[in-house]
C-alpha cells in the first residue's frame, strides 16, 4: 500500500489530489495536509453545517450565472463589475490570459507556481526565467527583473506576491514603480492570490492600479483564502477593456453552484474571516520558530500561508516526503519538480499548533533517527523536473526554458541608467520584513536561459557588507531572533528605483486591447520613438476601498485588527 501511494508523487508537476490519497491510504482517510495552501480556520464548523443540510438542493439545480456570482463578489469587496472577471480557479484564468493576451513571450521569477511556467510554453510562448538566488534568500530584486525583461525583449511580465513556493513579498510602492518603468510592455499580471495573509503592510494590494492602467491584471484566488480549494473559484481585476475581453470567453456558468453558495453567504461572515487571517499570521510565525530549531533546517521568511525550507545537507526531499507520509501520514510538498527550485526544499503549509508539533516530531525522526544529526541519505539520482506535459519537459531540458532554441548566447552587459544592486551582508531579519530590495546576483545572459541558484555561504559565516538602504530577509536559523516579528514597524517607502528605458526599436504589431480600444502599442505610443517614461500614469489613492466596515477589503486587509 505504501508503494501505492508514493507512487502518485512520480509524474506530474504538482502534488496528487488529496481524493487519490485517501484511495489508495486504504481506509479512505488522507493524511495530515501540510501540501495544499489553505486556510485551516475558514469556513467555520457552523458555516459547513449550514452548506451541508442544504447539499441537495446546491448539487441538483443550476447555479445562476457568472454575471450574478461575480456581482455579489463585486458588491462585497465594493469592485467594479466591469473591472472583474470570475474563473473556475485562478488557473482557468491564467489559461485565457495566455491564449487572449500573451502574444509571443513571458517573463517570469523561478522558483514560482508551475502554470505560470507550464502554461505559455504549452501553446509555443518564449519564457523568460529569471531565477531567485538561494544564496540571497530568494528575494526578488525589480531593478534587475526589469533588466532582464529588457534585454530578453519579453513582452509580458508575471511578479507573483507574495511568491509559491518561498513567499517572497514586494511592497505595493515598489510594484507601482516597477509598473510605471513597464508600461510599454503589453501586459504586467501581479498574481496576488496569496496576498490575504500578508501583513507586512497595510494596504498591500495593487487592485486599483489595475483599473486605472492599460496593461495590468491583478489574479487573486478565493480559494486558498477561503479554505475551500476544491469548490474552484478565483477573479482577476484589470481595467473593463482588458477585464471584458477575459470575461466574453468564459462559459455562462463556468461557476458552480458551491461557488455561488458561498459568495452569497460571506457577507454575514466578514468578522470570522477575518480572524482566521489574523489566526494564520500568528501560525505562522509560531511554526517557523518551532522549525528553526530542528538542526541544519533552514526556514526562510514568508509572507503567505506557508513556509519554505531547505532540508540539511545530505537530506533528499523525495526521501523525506515519502516517509513522512507512510511513516506519519503527514503530507509535504516537496520541490524538486519546481523549475529554479531543487529537492532539498520543502514548502510546509501553517497549520494550527496541534499538527505543528505532530509534524516537528516526525521531521526529527524521519532527519536524525534515534540522534539528531543523522540525516536521511541522499539518492544517487536528483530529482528532475516534469511538467506532466512530454512537449514541455522537452523545451525545458534542451533550452532551459527558452522556449525556441537558441543560435547564440549573447552577453547581457550593464544598461545605462540602471543602478547596479549592492551585495548585501546577510542579516537576521523580521519574519514579516519586506522581501524586496537590492542584492540579488546579476541577472543571467540574455538567451543563456536559467543558471543553477549560486551556492551560499556556510550557515553562521558573515559575507562582506555593503552600505544599502535596505537589508534583504535572511533564513531563520533560531526562535529566538523570530522575536522582532510579534511587532513588525512600518516599513519606510522605498527609494525610487532606476528601470532601463524602452529600447529603441520598431512598432510593435498590434496587440493586447487597451483603454479606449487602442492596443497596446497605440497606447504607449511605439510608432514613435519611445520615451523613458510612460505618461499620464496617476499613483493610486493611498486610502483602502470605500465603506469596508463588515468585510475585508480587496486589498486583503480589512478593518479588524
Not at 190 to 211: K, R, T, W
Not at 412 to 421: D, E, F, K, T
Amino acid at each position: 500500500m505504501a508503494g501505492n501511494v508514493t507512487s502518485l508523487f512520480r509524474s506530474g508537476a504538482h502534488s496528487p489530489s488529496m481524493a487519490a490519497l485517501a484511495r489508495e491510504g486504504g481506509d479512505g482517510t488522507g493524511p495530515v495536509d501540510f501540501c495544499i495552501p489553505c486556510n485551516p480556520y475558514f469556513p467555520t464548523p457552523a458555516m459547513m453545517e449550514t452548506m451541508a443540510a442544504r447539499l441537495k438542493d446546491i448539487i441538483t439545480f443550476y447555479p445562476s450565472s457568472a454575471d450574478t456570482i461575480t456581482a455579489e463578489l463585486c458588491n462585497l469587496l465594493q469592485l467594479p463589475p466591469q473591472a472583474v472577471a470570475m474563473g473556475n480557479g485562478s488557473t482557468e484564468l491564467i489559461t485565457w490570459i495566455d491564449h487572449l493576451l500573451v502574444r509571443e513571450s513571458l517573463a517570469i521569477p523561478v522558483p514560482t507556481f508551475g502554470r505560470w511556467t507550464d502554461q505559455p510554453m504549452e501553446t509555443g510562448k518564449r519564457v523568460d526565467m529569471f531565477p531567485l538566488q538561494e544564496s540571497n534568500g530568494f528575494v526578488l530584486d525589480l531593478a534587475q527583473y526589469a533588466d532582464f525583461i529588457r534585454k530578453r525583449g519579453t513582452k509580458v511580465a508575471v511578479i507573483c506576491n507574495p511568491n509559491n513556493p518561498d513567499g517572497g513579498f514586494i511592497h505595493k510602492q515598489a510594484l507601482i514603480q516597477f509598473m510605471d518603468a513597464m508600461a510599454d510592455l503589453d501586459l504586467i499580471v501581479i498574481d496576488e492570490s496569496f496576498l490575504e495573509f500578508a501583513d507586512a503592510e497595510q494596504e498591500p494590494s495593487v487592485v486599483q492600479e489595475a483599473m486605472l492602467r492599460p496593461n495590468v491584471i491583478v489574479l487573486r484566488s478565493l480559494g486558498k483564502n477561503f479554505g475551500l480549494h476544491g469548490i474552484r473559484f478565483g477573479y482577476m481585476v484589470a481595467n473593463p477593456s482588458l477585464a471584458g475581453k477575459v470575461r466574453s470567453m468564459l462559459p455562462k456558468w463556468n461557476l458552480n453552484a458551491f461557488a455561488e453558495y458561498v459568495v452569497f453567504m460571506l457577507k454575514e461572515h466578514g468578522a470570522e474571516y477575518a480572524q482566521s487571517l489574523l489566526q494564520v499570521r500568528k501560525d505562522r510565525l509560531e511554526m517557523a520558530s518551532q522549525l528553526s530549531v530542528l538542526p541544519g533546517l533552514t526556514v526562510y521568511p514568508s509572507q503567505g500561508n506557508f513556509l519554505f525550507v531547505r532540508l540539511p545537507v545530505g537530506a533528499e526531499g523525495t526521501v523525506v516526503r515519502d516517509r513522512m507520509l507512510t511513516e506519519h501520514r503527514i503530507l509535504v510538498r516537496e520541490c524538486g519538480n519546481k523549475i529554479g527550485s531543487s529537492s532539498r526544499f520543502l514548502r510546509l503549509v501553517v497549520r494550527p499548533e496541534v499538527d505543528v508539533r505532530r509534524l516537528v516530531s516526525a521531521m526529527e525522526q524521519v532527519l536524525y533517527g534515534t540522534r539528531r544529526g543523522a540525516a536521511v541519505p541522499e539518492l544517487g539520482t536528483g530529482t528532475s523536473y516534469s511538467s506532466g506535459t512530454a512537449a514541455v519537459d522537452r523545451l525545458v531540458s534542451e533550452t532551459n526554458g527558452a522556449g525556441m532554441q537558441l543560435a547564440q548566447a549573447v552577453g547581457a552587459g550593464p544598461v545605462p541608467g540602471l543602478a547596479a544592486a549592492p551585495a548585501m551582508a546577510p542579516a537576521m531579519a523580521p519574519a514579516m520584513a519586506p522581501a524586496m530590495g537590492p542584492g540579488l546576483a546579476a541577472a543571467p545572459a540574455a538567451g543563456v536561459g536559467m543558471p543553477l541558484p549560486v551556492a551560499g555561504p556556510p550557515a553562521g559565516m558573515p559575507m562582506p557588507a555593503a552600505a544599502a538602504p535596505m537589508m534583504a530577509p535572511q533564513p531563520m536559523m533560531a526562535p529566538a531572533m523570530m522575536a522582532p516579528a510579534m511587532a513588525p514597524a512600518p516599513a519606510p517607502a522605498p527609494a525610487p528605483m532606476q528601470m532601463p528605458a524602452p529600447p529603441m526599436t520598431g512598432p510593435t504589431p498590434p496587440g493586447v486591447p487597451a483603454r479606449g480600444g487602442l492596443t497596446a502599442a497605440q497606447v504607449r505610443g511605439a510608432t514613435a520613438p519611445a520615451p523613458a517614461q510612460a505618461p499620464g500614469l496617476q499613483p493610486a489613492a493611498p486610502t483602502g476601498w470605500p465603506n469596508a466596515q463588515s468585510w475585508p477589503n480587496a486589498a486583503g486587509m480589512g478593518q479588524a485588527g
